[in-house]
């Protein structure tokens, strides 16, 4: 395993986003975190890398996934893991950010894993606090561990990314995981299609270097993998899309829409599905062309990858 | 259709889309256009019962009315699709465009495969259904515009209501694009028209009418062409009214958008001084416009900048029309006098005979994309074997509506329809 003294990894002693990362520093994530998903496969999990270490997982929003994965990952690593969620903080009682990072700050942890419902918000805590921030979600803007674990994904089934085409499907307007995939997929070199109606893609998402779709079959052909987005709940009644049965009809993915991809195209999904909005249920259980179970597997591996990486620049 | 052969001589054949204006025949076959030529059937028999002699009358495709409000469903004692479709053959009319304010509204894709069974077993005319751009036409939810799409709507419009918030308007018409359909709006902000019976001036004043200003059009105009020019859908204003929006429309064509417009058969021919004294057969929506504003709409149907021409065809009884003004209901029938007022355009040397039927046939269907409103080989055989010079005075007792409200009542018009065919059946032969 490595150790404190170990190359670095990361030029920044934060995991903001995806954007301000280098693809030789993406690659040697993906190369370490191979190093924790094998650990993950054996008996014993744990090292003690981060042995006396503190992560403190502040999460703004529910996350029973994310914040999970990030607290085995600490606790794999050896770290002292402390869960903070908004319902139980002083946040609900009218506390600023800013005063919360500095309460924070006072109680001396080393890496503290942010997840906000605003855009920026891993940003702000990144300069009020002495200690390395994860951004495990900054609102509409990035989640580069998610990102990260797809990468992991598709790199261990292709190989690499070089001439793979990817299509993101569904909700791009208000996807945080669409932006951190959108700019990792491309800096590693893939083609990236975004599919979408009008209503649900954000403006001039063709300046991301990308192709945009609005009907998904014309999206789907050819392609090598398939990433679905999740349409949240309050969105598909209305106000962005008229109903949740025209929206599997025209863009949840079916047998009959995946037949435009390239065969043996892989589905991802980072989860929670909703099945019959983006997803039909036969798809998403089909261990044939789905990685959903490996990607949540993956985002163990990436995240004790991000925590090693960030440990070697700590004093 | 049916198997039969009709073959039509000595016309004097109009297809505005291919600009043919000259004598000839047209065959008809299996419900289609068959063959059309200047000497088809010229040495016939005349007395051949398969053979119509046109006597030089005008052999043009059928009309298409892009906005025709039924009764149906809900409100069938004022104007069922049947009752519409016999108004509609005999005007010359062959395709009804129906507007999706019934009760209940046309929001669902199940009651847009209603109509059309409806239309199919009941309507002597085709019926090309446009469904509601948001649920229950209260501008809050759009609808379901994909699967309304696949049952056979053939755009998407809140009729005579403007959907007054700009940011369901913009996501409106941003997922409509997405699936490459027409958004037919409104263009009269319901703010400033609150409660208006009328337009605002001096008219208005004199008989003390609550009135709204011309402008709430122009405003809404401005305000769809702008969100048009952002969400790139296809859009075509239902039927505008004032010289304002017509120089606001025109600029956006001349910018190159996606914007069509209509105009009322009645707001051709009167303006607000025609209302009287309180006649309310004349209190349409938008309202009858001052002189300027009507002239104005001529020279757009000249000019080409107003597309088509519609009749607004919104049918109501005593009940509700036979009100003081300002709580009368709005509407006028108008499928069996759109044609008459049409004409009135070229009898009175604004534009050709040809142009004036392009505004009703082929333009619409371009519009709309519907498989109709030519002449050419394989088209459906739907046309009009009218006689442009004939006089015709409006007498609401003759109309074939089961609602009488006309606003033409005692007017004298050129030119009506002699016969009508829809998929090569006659439909309609005046009497």
């Known amino acids: 395993m490595t150790s404190a003294s170990a190359s670095p990894i990361l030029k920044s002693s934060h995991l903001l986003g995806i954007e301000g990362i280098s693809a030789p520093e993406v690659t040697a994530l993906l190369d370490l975190a191979e190093t924790y998903a094998a650990l993950n496969r054996g008996a014993n999990k744990k090292v003690a890398l981060l042995k006396g270490r503190t992560l403190v997982n502040l999460f703004f929003e529910a996350s029973t996934r994310t914040q999970s994965s990030f607290e085995l990952a600490g606790k794999r690593m050896g770290a002292d893991v402390l869960n903070m969620s908004v319902k139980t903080s002083s946040v609900s009682k009218g506390e600023t950010l800013i005063d919360t990072a500095a309460t924070l700050n006072a109680m001396r942890p080393d890496i503290l894993v942010v997840r906000h419902h605003d855009s920026g918000a891993a940003e702000l805590l990144s300069r009020k606090l002495d200690c390395s921030v994860v951004n495990a979600g900054d609102g509409q803007h990035e989640h580069p561990t998610q990102a990260l674990l797809d990468a992991l994904t598709i790199r261990r089934r292709r190989g690499s990314f070089n001439g793979l085409t990817v299509a993101i499907c569904g909700d791009i307007l208000h996807s945080r995981v669409a932006r951190s995939n959108i700019r990792l997929l491309s800096l590693m070199g893939a083609r990236v299609r975004l599919i979408a109606p009008g209503t649900l893609l954000p403006a001039q998402a063709d300046r991301f270097g990308v192709e945009v779709f609005t009907d998904m079959r014309a999206g789907l052909a050819g392609v090598d993998i398939v990433m679905m987005l999740r349409l949240q709940l309050e969105r598909m009644t209305g106000a962005f899309v008229p109903s949740t049965r025209e929206y599997f009809r025209f863009y949840g993915l079916d047998r009959e829409k995946l037949s435009f991809a390239k065969p043996g195209a892989l589905v991802m999904h980072p989860g929670p599905m909703n099945r019959g909005v983006e997803i039909a249920s036969d798809i998403a259980d089909d261990m044939e062309v789905s990685l959903i179970a490996e990607q949540v597997e993956m985002g163990v591996a990436i995240r004790m990858a991000v925590l090693d990486a960030l440990s070697r620049g700590m004093k | ?431």
């Open chain 2, 1 to 431: 259709m049916n198997g039969r052969r009709i073959a039509f001589r000595n016309a004097r054949l109009i297809d505005p889309a291919s600009g043919l204006d000259a004598k000839g025949g047209l065959l008809v076959e299996n419900g289609r256009i068959a063959d059309i030529g200047p000497r088809l059937f010229n040495d016939a028999d005349k007395n051949d019962p398969e053979i119509i002699d046109c006597r030089g009358l005008v052999l043009a495709p059928g009309l298409i009315d892009c906005r025709v409000f039924t009764g149906e469903p809900g409100a069938e004692h004022r104007e069922s699709l049947q009752s519409a479709s016999e108004a509609a053959a005999a005007g010359g009319v062959t395709t009804m465009v129906t507007m999706p304010n019934t009760d209940p509204v046309i929001d669902e894709p199940s009651l847009v495969d209603f109509l059309k069974r409806r239309a199919a077993a009941t309507a002597k005319v085709r019926v090309a259904p446009m469904a509601a751009l948001t649920r229950k036409l209260a501008g809050e939810v759009m609808t379901e515009i994909g699967l309304l799409k696949e049952a056979g709507a053939v755009a998407f419009t809140d009729g005579d209501r403007t959907v007054a918030n700009a940011r369901v308007m913009r996501r409106a018409l941003s997922y409509a694009a997405t699936f490459d359909t027409l958004v037919v709006g409104h263009a009269e902000d319901p703010d400033l028209t609150q409660g208006a019976a009328m337009t605002e001036g001096e008219f208005a004043t004199r008989m003390g009418l609550p009135a709204g200003p011309a402008l709430a059009e122009a405003i809404i105009a401005e305000r769809d062409i702008r969100l048009v020019e952002l969400t790139g859908a296809r859009y075509h204003f239902g039927q505008i009214s004032t010289r304002a929006s017509l120089e606001v429309i025109a600029a956006a064509k001349a910018r190159g958008l996606p914007i069509t417009c209509g105009v009322s058969a009645h707001h051709l021919a009167l303006n607000e001084l025609d209302v009287g004294l309180y006649y309310t057969f004349r209190k349409v929506k938008p309202p009858l416009r001052s002189e300027d504003d009507r002239a104005a709409m001529v020279e757009g149907v000249a000019s080409g900048v107003i597309d088509v021409i519609v009749s607004s065809h919104e049918p109501q009884g005593a009940d509700t029309k036979r009100q003081p003004f300002g709580a009368a209901a709005f509407g006028t029938v108008g499928l069996e006098t759109l044609l008459p007022v049409a004409l009135s355009v070229h009898h009175n040397g604004h534009a050709s005979l040809s142009h004036v039927l392009k505004a009703l046939t082929s333009t619409p269907a371009r519009v709309l994309g519907l498989n109709a409103g030519t002449l050419t080989k394989g088209a459906p055989a739907d046309l009009v074997l009218l006689d442009d010079g004939e006089p015709f005075v409006v007498n609401e007792r003759k109309l074939h509506s089961r609602a009488h409200n006309t606003a033409f009542e005692g007017r004298k018009f050129q030119g009506r329809a002699r016969m009508t065919f829809v998929g090569g059946e006659c439909v309609y032969t005046a009497g």
